[in-house]
């Protein structure tokens, strides 16, 4: 059984241009959130999606936007990059009940020259 | 607003010394989760534990356990007997019981080094 997936795992990006990080969910996993984890801090939220539809969202600018598909795999996209956008993305999956386990993918970390 | 604080940013052990690991959090909801996660260099958070805050039942898993007290809103983790793979850092970590939402609240992490 595939845990959560992320891609691309590294990728460096100039300041301004956009970028688009991808996850598919643990399998049954019908939720989707995106964290952002700066160097040597805790993750914090950007948003969730369920059935498609951004439920809850972090204190985070309209630069950060996403997208969740039919078969629940997502997309966060970061447009206009500034430099302190550099952290690693974090992509978490759960289903059912508030009390079910998050699990979370192995990131990809991104790098704003 | 929901707050989690781990005041040790980083600690070292000799292998095979125990080792507490210190949360406190902040809520104002009436129910809640707690959990504890482990991030290795590779980046993935490892889930380690989860606990109601309707049920204070401490419990032990392996060399795993934990110390939850609502009084005093501490959420602590102990590893027993440690070892030099559990070298990591680890974050304790708060959601709300609430519908559809799953925002979980991270601390800052406590780095745990295991000497050999």
């Known amino acids: 059984d595939a845990g959560v997936t992320q891609s691309p795992t590294h990728l460096i990006k100039t300041r301004g241009q956009q970028v688009t990080l991808r996850c598919s969910p643990k399998s049954g996993h019908d939720t989707v959130s995106w964290y952002q984890q700066a160097l040597g801090q805790g993750p914090q939220f950007i948003f969730q999606y369920y059935e498609e539809e951004e439920r809850q969202r972090g204190n985070f600018p309209d630069r950060f936007s996403g997208h969740q598909f039919p078969n629940y795999s997502s997309e966060l996209n970061v447009n206009a990059l500034l430099l302190g956008d550099s952290a690693l993305y974090l992509c978490a999956s759960t289903w059912g009940t508030p009390g079910n386990t998050i699990y979370f993918g192995e990131g990809s970390w991104l790098t704003v020259v | 607003a929901q707050k989690v604080t781990q005041a040790q940013t980083e600690i070292s052990v000799v292998e095979k010394e125990d080792v507490t690991l210190d949360c406190v959090y902040e809520t104002r909801d009436t129910t809640y989760y707690l959990f504890w996660y482990k991030q290795p260099p590779s980046g993935e958070l490892v889930f380690l534990i989860r606990r109601n805050s309707f049920d204070e039942q401490n419990e032990i898993s392996g060399r795993y356990s934990w110390n939850f007290q609502k009084s005093t809103s501490s959420f602590n983790f102990t590893i027993t007997a440690s070892q030099v793979v559990d070298s990591a850092v680890y974050f304790c970590?708060?959601?709300?019981?609430?519908?559809?939402?799953?925002?979980?609240?991270f601390g800052t992490g406590t780095k745990l080094q295991v000497i050999p």
């Open positions: 970590a708060l959601k709300r019981n609430s519908g559809g939402y799953q925002k979980v609240t």
